[in-house]
């Protein structure tokens, strides 16, 4: 296990609330890539996996599949994921996590 997957694995011992990180969940078949509440929000997101389209957390918690998924712009869940990577890659190059 890397560093990153440790601290990866570290954050999703948190309730999904409390999450600083990006966690894939899959249900019915399909993957969603959930992201972290920012501050300003009301709910979190979760994202397609592969594409380009998300729904409110609270939608796919209670719907699974069946949720509402809308398009979106630039972003899919994998595209989470990697960018978070690789912020923890260069705050562990800088130092900041010991």
Known sequence: MTDIDAIFAADRQHPPRERSLPWPE???????????KPHWANDMRAFRSKAREYCAYADWAENGARARFFGHIDTCGDDLIRKA???VA?????????
Request: with cysteine.
């Open 90 to 98: 260069c705050e562990i190059a800088d130092g900041h996590w010991i």
């Open 26 to 36: 899959t249900r019915d078949g399909i993957t969603v890539v959930i992201e972290p």
């Open 85 to 87: 990577r690789a912020l």
